[in-house]
């Protein structure tokens, strides 16, 4: 059986065992991917090849790829703690968040009421820094 034969067997699964197939599917893309790489290597002379080392970080991938899809249930939990709630009545509640990527900093500003109804929403850019800093700053920039 070539590649593409496995493919087409991979992709032709029933759709009852869809969480079967996608990761069989992952996995099949991950060993292309590591024999492309260990080819190169080998090719250009990138030094020697070590299989332990390449077969954990498959493994490591593919649980990363199933936590992604399928969370652990501790997260579930904690993200089930941290629903949004409305204030109280005839109050408004303010929401920041931040987000640093590429040298880049973007704060931002909700304004809900106790009806979940946005009053006002505000964003900008600021000077690149660590999250933790950004998420401060934005928390003054609302006040």
Known sequence: MDTHDLFKELSSA???DRDLKELSSLQF??????IWNMRNKVVHGGGQIN?????????KKVIE?????EPPEYLMQEKDQTLWKP???GCVKINVDAAVANSRTTLAVVA???????????A???MAGDALFAESFAFVWAL
């Open 124 to 126: 900008k850019e600021h």
């Open 51 to 59: 299989l332990i080392a390449i077969i954990k970080s498959l493994e």
């Open 87 to 89: 204030p109280p009545p």
């Open 14 to 16: 029933p759709s009852s």
């Open 65 to 69: 790829f199933k936590e992604i899809v």
């Open 112 to 122: 809900r009421n106790e009806y979940d109804k946005i009053l006002n929403a505000w």
């Open 29 to 34: 893309a991950l060993i292309l991917e590591a």
